[in-house]
């Protein structure tokens, strides 16, 4: 098949995103992430990759968080030997991303050996930290809008909001241009600029993280500050469960923002976050990208008390309130933030404060649902705090701002395809963009092959 795309991943699931390019008897591959959530999903990262990682020319990564870049250790591993293209943030908080990635995955299949909380013996780590070491070695960085040859491929790495080093990638091979979206960010983003317009495309794949909903009216800034008010005054603990690259900047920025017009009380504010504190040298060598002043900048960073060691991390959960604790991850799949709900979500003096989007089969998205027993280091741990859930915290384009940006095309895309979205959301946002732009779009299937040039209503191929 000539200049063929094909859907490894981010097909009805908000995770897994990887999209192999193959021209002229290369192969590139866009974005190399990790399956998170349901069992079934996450199952797919044990499985040999859909194809030989040795036959991969280069990839190409839109920007760093996990589920676009969390599987490259393991490709590395086991056989990749081209280069990882990214834009210079991308590349930077990559570093900080995988290394920890590899650390927590090994220091979690420790705690299930000495734990026997694993049916595997002995339970082992999907890649280690020193795997991912030798997938950052692979990394080459690039500035935006400079043009480049991937594999034979023309690549351009276009803003797109969303977090620091964040793109989206254009490519024209074999006559036809090929735009990924990546996570498209917002353009009333507190912390990050708008992603810049749609240029002309002959195949677009969007993402639909949001493609069912609009994010509320209400200003996130407010609310949050409502919470943190009533709580604090009251005595409790605020959790702020943050993605470390992203989100965690946001919120201090609008509790900065609080505490400076007195609307929040002055209580101790942590972030436990060593990643997130370390991103945030990262956010200040690339002013260009962000809305934050050097002032609001310094004044976000001295808000907080910077917690890096384990050993302070463990004296947080017996200080007790009022305080506020941003601490990672934003899905409650892992990290510090785990033994945080396990020491404060037993009392209803507390909140628990879900900041950005929760795929299926997290903690994050069964408190958001509702239930309120969560399975924590292999212990019941009943959910008797607060929650809360503020959406519009989310640095994600809703449906009405994707078609808003995909308005701004000179020209129709001969074909769309909406991924990094569950179901509902695909589905729904395929039919607002027939309705709002006369657009065909469609939702590809897993492991599916299109020819670049064909119209959505033919795939080329379909792999099993």
Same mark, same amino acid.
């Given at each position: 098949?000539s200049?063929?795309?094909?859907?490894?991943?981010?097909?009805?699931?908000?995770?897994?995103?990887?999209?192999?390019?193959?021209?002229?008897?290369?192969?590139?591959?866009?974005?190399c992430?990790?399956?998170?959530?349901?069992?079934?999903?996450?199952?797919?990262?044990?499985?040999p990759?859909?194809?030989?990682?040795?036959?991969?020319?280069?990839?190409?990564?839109?920007?760093?968080?996990?589920?676009?870049?969390?599987?490259?250790?393991?490709?590395?591993?086991?056989?990749?030997?081209?280069?990882?293209?990214a834009?210079?943030?991308?590349?930077?908080?990559s570093?900080?991303?995988?290394?920890?990635?590899?650390r927590l995955?090994?220091?979690?299949?420790?705690?299930?050996?000495?734990?026997?909380?694993?049916r595997h013996?002995?339970?082992?780590?999907?890649?280690?930290?020193?795997?991912?070491?030798?997938?950052?070695?692979?990394?080459?960085?690039?500035?935006f809008?400079e043009?480049?040859?991937?594999?034979?491929?023309?690549?351009?790495?276009?803003?797109?909001?969303?977090?620091l080093?964040?793109?989206?990638?254009?490519?024209e091979?074999?006559?036809?241009?090929?735009?990924f979206?990546?996570?498209?960010?917002?353009?009333?983003?507190?912390?990050?600029?708008?992603?810049?317009?749609?240029?002309?495309?002959?195949?677009l794949?969007?993402?639909?993280?949001y493609?069912?909903?609009?994010?509320?009216?209400?200003?996130?800034?407010?609310?949050?500050?409502?919470?943190?008010?009533?709580v604090?005054?009251?005595?409790?603990?605020?959790?702020?469960?943050?993605? =470390? *690259?992203?989100? /965690? +900047?946001?919120?201090?920025? &609008?509790?900065?923002?609080? #505490?400076? $017009?007195?609307?929040?009380?002055d209580?101790?504010?942590?972030?436990?976050?060593?990643? =997130? *504190?370390?991103? /945030? +040298?990262?956010?200040?060598? &690339?002013?260009?990208?962000? #809305?934050? $002043?050097?002032?609001?900048?310094?004044?976000?960073?001295r808000?907080a008390?910077?917690?890096?060691?384990?050993?302070?991390?463990?004296l947080?959960?017996?200080?007790?309130?009022?305080?506020?604790?941003?601490?990672?991850?934003?899905?409650?799949?892992?990290?510090?933030?785990?033994?945080?709900?396990?020491?404060y979500?037993?009392d209803p003096?507390?909140?628990?404060?879900?900041?950005?989007?929760?795929?299926?089969?997290?903690?994050?998205?069964?408190?958001?649902?509702g239930e309120?027993?969560l399975?924590?280091f292999?212990?019941d741990?009943?959910?008797?705090?607060?929650?809360?859930?503020l959406?519009?915290l989310?640095a994600?384009?809703d449906?009405?701002?994707?078609?808003?940006?995909?308005?701004?095309?000179?020209?129709?895309?001969?074909?769309?395809?909406?991924?990094?979205?569950?179901?509902h959301?695909?589905?729904?946002?395929?039919?607002?963009i027939r309705?709002?732009?006369?657009?065909?779009?469609?939702?590809?299937?897993?492991?599916?092959?299109?020819?670049?040039?064909?119209?959505?209503?033919?795939?080329?191929?379909t792999?099993s």
């Open positions: 098949m200049g063929s795309l094909r859907f490894l991943g981010a097909t009805d699931t908000v995770t897994g995103s990887r999209y192999l390019v193959e021209s002229r008897g290369h192969r590139v591959l866009v974005d992430g990790l399956f998170q959530g349901y069992k079934l999903l996450r199952e797919r990262n044990w499985r990759f859909p194809v030989e990682p040795s036959s991969i020319d280069a990839v190409v990564i839109t920007h760093a968080h996990l589920d676009h870049t969390g599987y490259l250790p393991a490709l590395v591993r086991d056989g990749f030997r081209g280069r990882i293209h834009t210079h943030g991308t590349a930077e908080l570093e900080l991303i995988l290394r920890d990635s590899g995955l090994e220091e979690q299949a420790t705690f299930s050996d000495r734990h026997h909380t694993s013996s002995p339970p082992r780590p999907l890649y280690t930290e020193q795997d991912a070491l030798k997938a950052l070695e692979r990394f080459q960085a690039h500035p809008d043009g480049l040859e991937v594999a034979g491929v023309a690549a351009r790495f276009v803003p797109a909001g969303h977090i080093g964040a793109a989206q990638v254009h490519l091979t074999d006559g036809a241009r090929l735009h979206t990546g996570d498209l960010g917002r353009p009333d983003d507190a912390l990050m600029r708008p992603p810049r317009s749609l240029e002309a495309t002959d195949v794949v969007c993402e639909s993280t493609g069912d909903r609009i994010h509320p009216g209400t200003d996130p800034e407010w609310s949050l500050g409502q919470i943190v008010r009533d604090c005054s009251a005595g409790g603990v605020v959790i702020l469960p943050a993605f =470390a *690259v992203g989100r /965690a +900047e946001t919120l201090l920025l &609008h509790l900065s923002r609080l #505490r400076a $017009r007195h609307v929040i009380p209580v101790p504010i942590f972030l436990n976050s060593p990643m =997130a *504190v370390n991103a /945030a +040298e990262i956010y200040a060598r &690339h002013p260009e990208e962000h #809305r934050i $002043r050097p002032d609001e900048f310094d004044a976000m960073y808000l008390t910077l917690v890096r060691s384990v050993d302070d991390s463990k947080l959960n017996l200080r007790g309130g009022p305080a506020i604790i941003i601490s990672a991850s934003g899905m409650l799949e892992g990290g510090r933030v785990l033994h945080h709900i396990a020491a979500g037993t003096h507390n909140a628990i404060v879900l900041t950005g989007f929760q795929a299926g089969g997290t903690r994050g998205d069964a408190l958001r649902r309120r027993s399975r924590i292999g212990h741990v009943a959910i008797r705090a607060q929650v809360h859930s959406d519009m989310s994600h384009a449906a009405g701002q994707i078609v808003d940006w995909l308005s701004t095309a000179p020209t129709p895309p001969r074909a769309v395809y909406l991924t990094h979205g569950e179901p959301a695909g589905d729904a946002l395929r039919t607002r309705r709002a732009l006369g657009w065909e779009a469609r939702v590809p299937e897993f492991g599916e092959a299109v020819a670049a040039t064909d119209s959505v209503s033919s795939p080329a191929a792999a």
